[in-house]
């Protein structure tokens, strides 16, 4: 069975600062990997995703995470956040050919500050 | 509709009660998901379908919990003589199939068994 790791849980930043977000997850086969984010409020949403090829992932509002599978980990980054990025982060596997179900790590609540 | 419905978005009940939980999946998706999420943690698999059959029920908890999708779309899930500890938000999510696809989350619904 497949488990992932998110190491922060909690993270406050000041606008225009740098993020990553720590992802490891554990699986002796091959994995998607995704990452989503919860808004306040709002519904669980695709930041991006990594099935194959390039390891360095682009995602929706300029966050972008790479893929190291000797690392088995998968950190979320963005180079400058904004004070609308505030929201829960959750790390995501997929074992492939296991049926898309997915295994979320804890999560990472976000606060940016102004 | 454009997205993953969820009704009813809060639900309260007494310990011991019959709860149904309804999810309206986006239109032609052939898989469909459940997930509970409890305070402080990431969601976590319950079971899902590929069409009308649970393809795998195994994050269901106990008997008490079961779920239905009689036509391929809507989907159902059941809980019998809830407990305190089945209090939590249950997500249901949709893709267009269970292969390697990106799965679209409904809003959840909130449990509270009193």
């Known amino acids: 069975a497949q488990s992932v790791s998110q190491h922060n849980h909690h993270v406050i930043l000041s606008e225009a600062a740098s993020l990553e977000l720590g992802c490891n997850y554990s699986?002796?086969?091959?994995?998607?990997l995704f990452w989503y984010v919860q808004y306040p409020g709002q519904h669980l949403q695709l930041l991006l995703k990594?099935?194959?090829?390039?390891?360095l992932v682009k995602g929706i509002k300029g966050f972008e995470a790479e893929f190291i599978k000797s690392k088995f980990s998968f950190n979320l980054r963005k180079p400058s956040v904004q004070w609308s990025d505030t929201a829960e982060y959750f790390c995501?596997?997929?074992?492939?050919?296991?049926?898309?179900?997915?295994?979320f790590g804890t999560g990472t609540q976000l606060k940016v500050e102004l | 509709g454009a997205g993953v419905s969820q009704t009813p978005s809060n639900k309260v009940t007494e310990k011991g009660k019959y709860v149904e939980l309804r999810c309206d999946p986006i239109?032609?998706?052939?898989?469909l998901y459940w997930y509970r999420q409890s305070l402080g943690q990431g969601p976590e698999f319950l079971i899902y379908?590929?069409?009308?059959?649970?393809?795998?029920d195994s994050g269901l908890p106990n008997d008490r919990f079961f779920a239905v999708r009689p036509e391929g779309s809507v989907s159902t899930l059941k809980i019998q003589r809830t407990e305190r500890g089945d209090s939590a938000v249950y997500l249901c999510?949709?893709?267009?199939?269970?292969?390697?696809?990106?799965?679209?989350f409904g809003q959840g619904t909130r449990l509270t068994v009193v």
């Open positions: 999510a949709s893709s267009p199939d269970d292969r390697d696809t990106e799965a679209f």
């Open positions: 699986y002796g086969g091959t994995v998607n």
């Open positions: 990594y099935f194959s090829g390039d390891p």
């Open positions: 995501a596997v997929n074992a492939i050919g296991g049926g898309n179900k997915l295994t």
């Open positions: 239109s032609g998706h052939t898989a």
């Open positions: 379908f590929q069409g009308t059959g649970a393809a795998d």
